[in-house]
């Protein structure tokens, strides 16, 4: 999997995020029931949009159009006020693009499943007159389906097909009107810069492999890409469970990236902020600290809080300069100003749970001399609240 930048926005590191998933053309929330069931408890909360005109809103009156639907789904979104991991199939995927754009900082990740260009498809007028055919006939809609899929069984399409059944005749064209012409902003790089997966089918003679590479992708900062074996338009339909997998996958990555990210930024941003509440959020109960600065360890999160929100308020000026991740470990480098203009220069190594807290803080300071004035004084300021034996006295 490729790593990914994250939103920096100061969040819960572990507020649970929720499943939204939209459809696609003449589909209905329904059609990601199988991929429900496969994620397990994970997807438990699952928003199932339905969107105007189809599904559960067939009938719906417009008028319609991406920006609309975008919006119709936005507002749910919003009302769910928590992290959220959008996933769109087909015209779907356009406005899963649409929302992530306008709700970045809400959305942990975006998945784009046999996904219409944002842009739009482009095809001609003698083309079109196939899918706006398709308005009234349910005939014409099953023989689409099944070749545009390749493992979709009787029972399945028949399922998947009573779907569009339920769509205004008229409606239809306008639907598909809508996903060939696109949106204006899939002519510019994405708006949405988190973790992106895109996944289609390998017998997809719709959103080919071609598609992706030259109109979709190319839109996205390092998008995960992935195919599904036995599948056509319609994987989460036709193969849920591999569909499901991928998906977990995927997602077991980007959590592990961001537990690293968002302990990080919690550390430099509560040096920023010198708040001993932004510290607290970043640690484990039974945290551990060392340090040069220190006669011996601080442990458990009220003292090395205390410490850590002490020695943010004697610097005069910190940066940090490098850094590196290894595994769940974080190393920070680091140069700063005290005692009016005395410089200090570090390592920071931070060490944390599978749950992105941090267990264990090293901080390594030079010079010698700088690193004992520097204990003296947080032993002054944390004087009633930690006990002195843990900090060097003054020459």
């Keep these: 999997m490729t790593s990914h930048n994250l939103s920096t926005a100061h969040e819960?590191?572990?507020a649970p995020s929720t499943f939204v998933f939209i459809h696609g053309f003449l589909d209905g929330s329904a059609a990601l029931d199988a991929v429900v069931a496969g994620l397990g408890d994970r997807a438990a909360d699952a928003l199932r949009v339905d969107l105007p005109g189809m599904?559960?809103?067939?009938g719906e009156p417009g008028p319609h159009s991406l920006d609309s639907f975008a919006e119709d789904v936005a507002t749910q979104v919003r009302a769910l006020a928590r992290p959220i991991i959008l996933v769109g199939q087909s015209m779907g995927a356009q406005l899963a693009e649409l929302v992530a754009g306008q709700l970045n900082e809400q959305v942990r990740a975006l998945v784009l499943l046999t996904p219409v260009p944002l842009a739009g498809t482009e095809l001609p007028d003698e083309v079109m007159k196939t899918f706006h055919a398709?308005?009234?006939s349910p005939g014409a809609q099953r023989v689409l389906r099944r070749n545009f899929s390749t493992s979709l069984d009787d029972?399945?399409?028949e399922t998947l097909s009573r779907l569009g059944d339920g769509v205004e005749a008229a409606a239809v064209g306008v639907f598909a009107d809508m996903w060939n012409r696109g949106h204006a902003l899939g002519a510019q790089h994405s708006r949405y810069k988190g973790p992106?997966?895109?996944v289609r089918g390998e017998a997809?003679?719709?959103?080919t492999a071609e598609v992706i590479s030259s109109a979709v992708a190319p839109r996205f900062d390092e998008p995960v890409i992935a195919s599904l074996g036995n599948a056509g338009h319609w994987p989460h339909v036709e193969q849920p469970e591999a569909f499901a997998r991928v998906l977990s996958e995927f997602l077991a990555t980007v959590d592990h990236a961001r537990s690293t990210a968002v302990g990080r930024h919690d550390w430099t941003h509560a040096f920023e902020q010198k708040s001993a509440t932004v510290f607290a959020e970043a640690f484990a109960a039974d945290i551990v600290l060392e340090a040069s600065a220190l006669a011996k360890p601080v442990i458990g999160a009220e003292q090395v809080t205390a410490v850590m929100a002490a020695a943010s308020t004697i610097y005069e000026a910190l940066a940090f300069t490098r850094e590196a991740t290894s595994g769940l470990r974080t190393y920070l480098e680091w140069e700063a100003q005290a005692f009016g203009g005395d410089k200090l220069f570090g390592v920071t190594i931070l060490s944390k749970n599978e749950q992105g807290e941090v267990v264990h803080a090293a901080i390594h300071h030079r010079p010698l001399g700088g690193a004992m004035k520097f204990s003296a004084e947080l032993g002054h300021r944390v004087n009633g609240r930690v006990a002195a034996a843990h900090f060097f006295s003054a020459a």
């Design 155 to 157: 029972e399945r399409l």
């Design 12 to 14: 819960s590191a572990y």
């Design 204 to 207: 997809d003679p719709f959103v």
């Design 196 to 198: 992106v997966l895109i």
């Design 55 to 58: 599904g559960k809103r067939a």
């Design 134 to 136: 398709l308005g009234g």
